[in-house]
């Protein structure tokens, strides 16, 4: 019988799947643009279409985005190593924002040169019937691969496909604005062809701006939705054993979420409740978004974001021990001593064994010995503790 894949090794085989499903819609994708750009370009330049011909380059800055798209897939689904511990998924952010300004630059060189046209009045040739051939090709092309696109990139949760997915749909976009365009120019409105040009520029800058905007907000950390930030912060303050939670900080890398979350919990409990707590906290929100890559929790015996919160300068677990036994001598070797740092005071528990003399077993002596001790909050003695 095969033992499950730990996992390491799944988020592994997800990678390797991950990659070569991105690879291969890439390439059809690419492989039909160049088509739909040759189509275009030659059909626009032989036919006197002028946004045929613009949108004939739009594919062909397809073909350029989905060279940088398997690029940066490569290197993005690559796995965690010791420099990059998190994963490289922000290259893949990178990548979205070099497209998306490959798109700007292109539309806003577009938009300039057919704006011109258009002020100078040189659309004076009536495009032929084979530009209403090639952009309903185009469209019925570019609408397939969207689709195609788009649902790999879902199922794999890559921004990147999910941009490139976009860029395709622009695509289709604008060949219908060709479309129209060319049946007015046909029907005597010559300047709605140089129009059109300028308009699926403008689209092309559109999604260009989108995507770089939303790569430039992750790339400086953005969070989460303000919504989305209070809901895991339910879930966790409806966790058995958290009192609250004062903190909750998040940033994204990809597709996948990275969370930072402060617990407040009983001031009593022990180091492994505590972290079985944080664990019940970690299952909720996986349960509630399913991109979540990496929950770092901390947990609070009290919020440290209060006006006074406790001191690092307390004396630690040596320093305690030593004015112990200058007060009241040297303790059985079998004691235990346990400290709650709380409200800028040491809260003291000492376990004895029942063995040993009464006199050190004495709770009121201890607490007298100790009662100048401005650090110390609370004294506890127990017998036969834990």
Known sequence: MNEPASPAQQHRQNLTGEKTAASRVTIIGMILDVVLGLIKVIAGT???????????????????????????????????????????????????????????????????????????????????????????ISVASKEWIYHYTRRVGLAIRSDLIL???????????????????????????????????????????????KFSWDSVKELVDTGLSPSDTEMLKDIARQTDGVRNVHELRSRRMGHDILLDIHLVVRPDISVSEGHQIGMHVVSGMRHALDNILDINFHIDAENDEDHSPTSERLPHREEILSVLVDRIGELPSNTRLRLHYLKNKVHLELFFDPSASSDVLSAERIRGELADCSCLGSVWVWVNGP
């Open 46 to 136: 032989l036919f006197h279409s002028q946004a045929l011909l613009v949108d004939g380059i739009h594919s062909f800055t397809d073909v350029a985005s989905d060279l940088v798209v398997l690029g940066v897939m490569r290197i993005s689904r690559k796995e965690p190593d010791q420099e990059h511990p998190y994963g490289h998924q922000r290259i893949e952010t990178f990548g979205t924002l070099v497209l998306g300004s490959i798109l700007i630059a292109v539309g806003a060189a577009l938009a300039w040169e057919n704006t011109l046209r258009l002020i100078e009045g040189k659309a004076d040739i009536v495009p032929g019937w084979p530009v209403l051939l090639a952009a309903a």
């Open 163 to 209: 941009a490139n997915a976009w860029h395709s749909r622009s695509d289709a976009l604008s060949s219908v604005v060709v479309l129209l365009s060319t049946t007015g120019a046909m029907a005597g409105f010559l300047w709605l062809d140089v129009l059109a040009a300028v308009v699926i520029a403008g689209i092309i800058i559109h999604i260009g701006w």
